[in-house]
C-alpha cells in the first residue's frame, strides 16, 4: 500500500514539478540564444557611405560592425540596437545623425553577424559597448555619445565607461528581473515561478545573476547627460520603465510620445524626434 501511494505522489507531484522546470527551461533557452535576425539592409541604403569593420570584446568575441564617417565632425555616437534584433534594424531610427556625427553601429553578441552563444540581457552586453568604445579611442575619438534602443538602451545605461560622454535612450528597460515579470505577466500564479526558475538557469548556464542586470541602480551613468525617449503606447517595455529612471535620475530628460508604441517613436514625432535628438548630442559631446 504504501509502495503505492508513494508511486501515486511521483506521479502527481514529481513529474508535474520536473515538466514546469523543463518549460522554464524552453523559456530560458529561448531567451539567452535567440533565433537571428540578420537584416538586409546596409547604410548604403539610406544613402550613407560606410565602412564594415570587426570589434573584439575583452571575453574574446567578434562583433560585426559598421563606421559611417562624416569627415566634417570629430564627434562620435555608438548605435545600440534592441533585442534580439541586429544593427540594420535602427538604420532607420538613428541615419539622420549621420549628418552632423560620425557613427558606429555593430551588433550585440549572439545577434546578426556577430560571435557569441548567449545573449545576457545586458549584462555582458556592456562589454560589447566597452569594445565600440575602444574602436572609436584607436580612430582618434576621445570619447562618445550611445544611442539606444530596447534592450541597447538598457546596456547603455548599465554601462560604467566614462568614455560614454551622453546618452540618448529610447525605449529602455529599468530593471531585467522586473521586464521577466512583465512578461510572464499572462501565466497568473504560475509567473513567480517562471521567473524563479528562469533566474535559476541563467545563474547556472550563463552565470549570470539576472536579479542584479538593473539599469536604473547604475547611478555612475547619471553622471552623464541622458535624454530618455519613450511611446505611451509601449506594450513591450512600457513607458514606467523611462519614469522609474527619470525618477532616479532627476537631471533627465523625459520626453513621452503620444500614442507611440515599441519602435514607433520616430514614426510619431517626425522631425521633433531628430531635432530633439541630435540637439541633445550637439550640446552635450
Known amino acids: 500500500m504504501n509502495s503505492l501511494v508513494f508511486k501515486i505522489a ?21 531567451y539567452a540564444h535567440p533565433k537571428r535576425y540578420p537584416g538586409a539592409q546596409t547604410p548604403k541604403a539610406f544613402g550613407l557611405k560606410f565602412e564594415a569593420v570587426k570589434l573584439k570584446t575583452s571575453d574574446g568575441v567578434e562583433l560585426d560592425a559598421w563606421l559611417v564617417p562624416n569627415a566634417a565632425s570629430k ?10 534584433m541586429d544593427k540594420s534594424d535602427v538604420l532607420g531610427l538613428t541615419d539622420f545623425l549621420a549628418k552632423d556625427f560620425n557613427l558606429l553601429y555593430f551588433d550585440f553578441r549572439a545577434t546578426g553577424h556577430s560571435g557569441g552563444f548567449f545573449a545576457t540581457g545586458g549584462a555582458r552586453e556592456t562589454r560589447d559597448i566597452d569594445a565600440a568604445l575602444d574602436f572609436l579611442k584607436e580612430r582618434g575619438f576621445g570619447g562618445a555619445g550611445v544611442f539606444g534602443f530596447s534592450m541597447g ?40 515561478p517562471l521567473v524563479t526558475l528562469t533566474k535559476g538557469w541563467s545563474l547556472l548556464l550563463m552565470g549570470v545573476n539576472i536579479s542584479s542586470v538593473s539599469p536604473v541602480r547604475n547611478a555612475e551613468a547619471y553622471k552623464a547627460p541622458l535624454l530618455l525617449l519613450h511611446g505611451t503606447e509601449d506594450s513591450a517595455v512600457p513607458a514606467a ?45
Do not use: M
Open 10 to 30: 511521483i506521479r502527481l507531484i514529481v513529474y508535474p514539478a520536473l515538466a514546469f522546470a523543463g518549460l522554464s527551461f524552453v523559456f530560458f533557452w529561448l
Open 75 to 84: 564627434k562620435a555616437v555608438v548605435i545600440c540596437h534592441g533585442y534580439p
Open 153 to 192: 538602451g538598457a546596456a547603455a545605461l548599465l554601462s560604467k565607461n566614462p568614455a560614454i560622454k551622453a546618452r540618448a535612450l529610447d525605449s529602455p528597460y529599468a530593471d531585467l528581473a522586473g521586464q521577466l515579470n512583465y512578461i510572464f505577466g499572462g501565466w497568473g500564479a504560475l509567473r513567480g
Open 241 to 285: 520603465n523611462s519614469r522609474a529612471i527619470k525618477a532616479a535620475a532627476p537631471a533627465a530628460e523625459l520626453w513621452l510620445i503620444e500614442r507611440a508604441g515599441h519602435g514607433e517613436t520616430r514614426l510619431r514625432a517626425g522631425e521633433a524626434y531628430d531635432k530633439r535628438v541630435r540637439d541633445f548630442f550637439r550640446r552635450t559631446l
